[in-house]
């Protein structure tokens, strides 16, 4: 597995494994036994780089990856994250009562301790502030990881769905290693501010749902139906209209695709590698076969007329449907 630097020293496999799905939002918990053996063959080929957060679940998938990763401790990157009140008054995805977010340095704190605890390890990889707090200014919530990292708690500071003006106030109190969003072929705000600032900083970026919560594998169609304990049943960009429109980008990545005997999967994901190379996607899965496809996607290499292909054809495409409900896309971009 090839390696990818975030930041200026934290050395990651070019590709990472997102864990949120193996405890939360896509349908109900998978086997235990069952994703540890995943976990294992994922760091047996290569992965180095997992992510969760005391959310999953909650908590159930840091825990996961505390018992599946112990083994491991020392060669392997946790990151997990902070960010949200987990009164059980809140529904922390916002799907009902509101997400509850909470970024005070004693919440911040709490989480820390909590998660080393669940994840069985001594300091903390890289701690992400999960959404952005308007009510606790950036510069309270980088001092604090500031002395969790001074206090050898944390190794790394990231951010997750934050503006370009929010990372460059954060990096100004302590270096952010990672920001985490969304980016894909059919998710490419990032591009306007985001990576420019990125670029400027020193700073990776982390995408996360880098095949589109599944739909740029060409696995689902508008007739595809999704379990009530599924988020993306909850989703605009779901909605059976939005998916039969959006299956032109699936077309896209399979024209390619057939080119390079590939998947569609394969190509959306080396289309990412290609953009730059402090870029370290995260898909996730419950599936060895698709963690495999996934891992393969390192070893293509797209020529610079393929990478043209695919920006002359996305350029054509605009795809339907929020990615978010509105009071969960107004926690991102903050």
Not at 7 to 24: D, I, P, R, T
Not at 30 to 56: N, P, S
Not at 272 to 286: D, E, Y
Request: aromatic residues 8%; proline residues 6%; neutral net charge.
């Amino acid at each position: 597995m090839q390696k990818r630097k975030l930041g200026s020293n934290l050395e990651v496999s070019a590709l990472g494994l997102g864990c949120m799905g193996m405890s939360f939002s896509y349908g109900p918990p998978k086997d235990k036994q069952e994703m540890i053996t995943l976990l294992h063959a994922a760091v047996e080929r290569g992965v180095t780089f997992f992510d969760t957060a005391e959310v999953y679940g909650p908590f159930i998938n840091e825990e996961l990856l505390g018992e599946a990763l112990s083994p491991f401790r020392g060669q392997v990157v946790i990151a997990t994250k902070f960010g949200f009140d987990l009164d059980p008054k809140h529904d922390p995805r916002g799907m009902k009562g509101g997400p509850g977010l909470n970024s005070r340095p004693e919440r911040i704190r709490q989480v820390a301790e909590e998660s080393l605890n669940r994840l069985k390890i001594d300091a903390i990889d890289l701690f992400y502030q999960h959404r952005v707090d308007l009510d606790v200014p950036i510069e309270d919530v980088a001092g604090t990881v500031k002395d969790l990292i001074q206090e050898g708690k944390v190794k790394h500071f990231g951010l997750s769905e934050a503006s370009a003006k929010t990372i460059r106030r954060a990096h100004a109190v302590q270096p952010v290693t990672a920001v985490q969003s969304e980016y894909s072929l059919w998710w490419r705000k990032p591009e306007e501010e985001v990576l420019p600032t990125l670029e400027e900083l020193g700073i990776g970026l982390v995408p996360y749902s880098p095949l589109g919560k599944g739909f740029l594998t060409g696995k689902m169609d508008e007739k595809t139906a999704f379990d009530k304990t599924d988020f993306r049943s909850t989703l605009p960009r779901f909605t059976p209209e939005a998916r039969k429109a959006n299956l032109a980008f699936v077309d896209l990545l399979s024209g390619i695709a057939a080119r390079k005997k590939a998947t569609p999967a394969q190509i959306a994901l080396a289309w990412l590698l290609a953009q730059k190379p402090w870029i370290v996607p995260i898909p996730g899965t419950t599936k060895l076969h698709r963690l495999e496809e996934n891992i393969g996607a390192v070893a293509i290499e797209l020529s610079a007329d393929e990478l043209s292909a695919i920006e002359s054809g996305a350029a054509k495409l605009t795809a339907q449907g929020a990615r978010y409900p509105e009071h969960l896309d107004r926690l991102t971009g903050r």
